[in-house]
C-alpha cells in the first residue's frame, strides 16, 4: 500500500471515528431517557424556566432533527451559544483553547527533556544503581495521582519555598513574564505525569536496539560511543515512544482538566469543568468534540509519523 | 526495583508450598501493600477512633498528634477517622467499578475477535470513538448526563469507571480472541458442532486468562486515580462521605494551616496505587505477561 493511500485510509478513519463520538455525546447528554431541560435546571424549577430552556435548545424538536441540525452547524464553524452566558461559544473557547495551547507547549517541551535524559542514562547504564533508582522513582511518580502531585508540587513551590505563584490567574494585562512565571507550576506537573510512561518505555527499546547488529557493527567500526547512541540507536529508538507520546497527548487534554483546576488556570480544561457546573450542554458539546477532535488528530500525526520514520511499516497493514 | 527473575511454570501454581518464594519481588511487596490496605480497610468499615462526620473531636486545625495522627480539618473532624472509614469505600468502588467493566469489555471483545465480520467492525468502530473521549471528560459528561437523581450515589460511579473501563478492556481482549481463534483446539471445538457461546467463554475466555488477568489488575491499579479524580472536582460520592480525593480536596484550602490533613489522604491513596503497581507489576512477569502502561 503506498504512503498516500495509507494516509488517505487514516484520515477516513479518523472522520468516521469522530462522526461516531458527535453521536455517543448526543446520545449521553440529550437522547437518554428523561427530561433534557429538567436535568439542567433541576426538579424545582418552576413551568415557565423549564418552557424557555426546552425552546432556546430547540427541545420541541425530535432528536433525529436536533442532531443533524447541530452537527450541521458544527461542521460549518457555529459552535452555538452558551446557556449560563448567552455569548457564542466560539467566542467563549478561543481565548480558553490558546491558553490551554500555550501550557501544552511549554508542558511539552519540558516532557521532551524529561522524558529523553533519564531513558537515555538508564540505558547507557543498564542494570546499575542509576537505571534501578531511576525505575523506582518512576513506578512512584507512576503511581502518584496527578491531582496529588499538582497539589504536593504547589505545596512545596508556592507554599512551603515560594518561589513560584499558587494560582496561575493570567490575564491580557500580565507580562510574558508573569505568563510564564504563573505557567510553570502547570506545566512541569503536565511534563512530569506524561514523562513516567514514555521513560519506561523509551528505555526498554533504547536498550534492545542497542544489543541489536547493526549497533553492534557501529561500534565495531570504531565509531565514538556518542555517535552511536544519538545517531543510530536513538532515533530506532524513539519510534515505540511515539505512540507512547500519542497516547500521551490523550491524557495531556484529560490532565488539563485536573492540573488547570488545581491551579486555576483560565483554560480549556477549567472551562469544561465550569460547564459541567453548570450544566451548560451546547458548552460541554463543543468542549468535549474538541477534546475528542484533538486526540484523534494526534493518534493520525503519530501513526504517519511512525510509517514515515520506519518504512517497514508501510508493507505491513 | 530488584530484577528477580523467576521461572513459574504453569499457570495456576497457587498450591505449591514453595510459591511464594518463586514469585518475583515487586508481586510480594505490592501483595503485602494490598493486604495492609484490605485489613485496615475492613477495620475502618466497623470501627474508628472518631466518627467520620463527627465535627468537634478536638481544636480544629491543630495539626497532627497522637490522638488525631492526620490532624483536623476546618470543622474539628478527625481526618484520621475520616481517612479509616474512607479506605473501604474507595476500595469497593474500585474493585465493583473494574469487575463491571471486565465483564462488559471482555464479553464484547471476546464476541468481537471471535466472531469478526461486520459485528467486529461495528464494535471497533464505536469502541475507538468511546476511547478518542479522553476518559475523565467522558466519565463527567456521564455523570451530568445521569442527572442530579444519581448524582453522587456509589451506584453511578461504579457504572461510570465501568463505563470507562470497558471499551479499553474490549480492545486488549479482542486481540487475544483474533489470536486464540487461530489455534487449533477452536477449530476443534468448531468442528464438534459447539456453539459460538461456547467456544468463546469455554475455549478462548480460559486461554486468554492470562492477558485478562493482567488487564484486570492494571486497571484496578487505576480505579482508585480515577474515583479520586472525579471526588477532587466535585463530581464523586457526596459529602460528608470520605472517599480519598474528596477528602484532599475538601482540604487543599488548609494546605498552608495544616498540611498533614492533605498529605495523609495522599500517602494513602497513594501507597494503595503503588500496591497495585506493584503487585500488576509482578504479575505480568509471573504470567509472562508485558504489562501495557497508560490510560
Do not use: C
Not at chain 1, 251 to 274: A, N, Q
Amino acid at each position: 500500500m503506498s504512503v498516500a493511500r495509507l494516509l488517505f485510509s487514516r484520515i477516513l478513519f479518523s472522520a468516521l471515528t469522530l462522526l461516531l463520538v458527535s453521536i455517543l455525546i448526543f446520545l449521553i447528554l440529550e437522547a437518554l431517557p428523561g427530561d433534557v431541560a429538567t436535568r439542567i435546571l433541576g426538579r424545582d424549577a418552576t413551568a415557565k424556566a423549564l418552557e424557555v430552556l426546552r425552546s432556546q435548545l430547540h427541545l420541541n424538536q425530535p432528536a433525529l432533527v436536533r442532531y443533524f441540525q447541530w452537527i450541521g452547524d458544527f461542521l460549518r464553524g457555529d459552535l452555538g451559544v452558551s446557556i449560563a452566558t448567552g455569548r457564542p461559544i466560539a467566542d467563549v473557547l478561543a481565548p480558553r483553547i490558546l491558553n490551554t495551547l500555550l501550557l501544552s507547549l511549554l508542558a511539552f517541551a519540558i516532557y521532551l527533556v524529561l522524558a529523553l535524559v533519564p531513558a537515555i542514562i538508564q540505558a547507557v547504564n543498564r542494570g546499575k544503581a542509576v537505571d534501578n533508582v531511576i525505575s523506582v522513582i518512576t513506578l512512584l511518580l507512576l503511581s502518584l495521582p496527578d491531582f496529588l502531585l499538582a497539589t504536593m508540587l504547589l505545596f512545596l513551590f508556592a507554599v512551603a519555598v515560594p518561589i513560584l505563584p499558587a494560582l496561575a490567574t493570567i490575564s491580557e494585562t500580565s507580562t510574558w513574564q508573569e505568563t510564564l512565571r504563573a505557567m510553570v507550576l502547570p506545566a512541569v506537573t503536565l511534563a512530569i505525569m506524561m514523562a513516567v510512561y514514555a521513560i519506561r518505555v523509551l528505555r526498554d527499546s533504547l536498550i534492545e536496539v542497542l544489543r541489536s547488529d547493526y549497533v553492534r557493527l557501529a561500534e565495531l567500526k570504531g565509531l565514538r560511543p556518542r555517535a552511536v547512541l544519538f545517531r543510530h540507536a536513538l532515533p530506532n529508538a524513539i519510534v515505540p515512544a511515539l505512540n507512547v507520546t500519542a497516547l500521551n497527548l490523550g491524557f495531556l487534554i484529560g490532565g488539563v482538566v485536573i492540573v488547570e483546576r488545581v491551579f486555576s488556570y483560565p483554560g480549556f480544561g477549567t472551562l469544561l469543568i465550569d460547564a459541567l457546573q453548570l450544566r451548560d450542554i451546547p458548552l460541554i458539546k463543543a468542549t468535549v468534540m474538541i477534546s475528542a477532535a484533538v486526540y484523534v488528530a494526534a493518534n493520525l500525526v503519530a501513526d504517519v509519523l511512525a510509517v514515515l520514520l520506519q518504512p517497514r511499516l508501510r508493507t505491513s497493514r | 526495583m530488584t530484577m528477580t527473575t523467576s521461572s513459574l511454570p504453569s499457570r495456576f501454581a497457587w498450591l505449591d508450598k514453595g510459591f511464594w518464594q518463586t514469585t518475583p519481588g515487586p508481586f510480594r511487596v505490592g501483595a503485602i501493600i494490598l493486604i495492609a490496605h484490605v485489613l485496615f480497610a475492613i477495620a475502618g468499615a466497623f470501627w474508628t477512633p472518631y466518627g467520620f462526620a463527627e465535627m468537634g473531636a478536638g481544636l480544629p486545625l491543630s495539626g497532627a498528634s497522637l490522638q488525631h495522627p492526620m490532624g483536623l480539618d476546618q470543622i474539628g473532624r478527625d481526618v484520621f477517622s475520616r481517612f479509616m472509614y474512607g479506605a473501604h469505600i474507595v476500595l469497593l468502588l474500585s474493585f465493583a467499578g473494574t469487575v463491571l467493566g471486565m465483564v462488559a469489555g471482555t464479553t464484547l471483545g471476546l464476541l468481537s475477535g471471535y466472531i469478526g465480520g461486520w459485528f467486529d467492525e461495528i464494535t471497533q468502530r464505536i469502541v475507538e470513538a468511546m476511547i478518542s473521549i479522553p476518559f475523565l471528560a467522558l466519565a463527567l459528561v456521564m455523570i451530568i448526563a445521569a442527572g442530579p437523581a444519581l448524582a453522587g450515589e456509589p451506584v453511578l460511579i461504579v457504572f461510570v469507571v465501568a463505563l470507562v473501563y470497558a471499551p479499553r478492556i474490549a480492545r486488549i481482549a479482542r486481540a487475544a480472541a483474533m489470536e486464540i481463534a487461530t489455534r487449533e483446539y477452536v477449530a476443534v471445538a468448531e468442528l464438534r458442532g459447539e456453539g459460538t457461546w461456547s467456544i468463546v467463554f469455554r475455549e478462548i475466555l480460559l486461554n486468554a486468562a492470562n492477558v485478562l488477568l493482567v488487564e484486570f489488575s492494571l486497571r484496578l491499579s487505576y480505579a482508585p486515580i480515577l474515583i479520586g479524580a472525579l471526588g477532587f472536582l466535585g463530581f464523586g460520592i457526596r459529602p460528608p462521605t470520605p472517599e480519598w480525593g474528596l477528602m484532599i480536596s475538601e482540604n487543599r484550602n488548609l494546605l498552608i494551616a495544616s498540611p498533614v490533613t492533605v498529605f495523609g489522604p495522599g500517602l494513602g491513596l497513594a501507597s494503595l496505587v503503588i500496591g497495585f503497581n506493584l503487585f500488576t507489576d509482578g504479575l505480568s512477569r509471573m504470567l509472562g505477561q508485558r504489562s501495557v502502561a497508560g490510560a
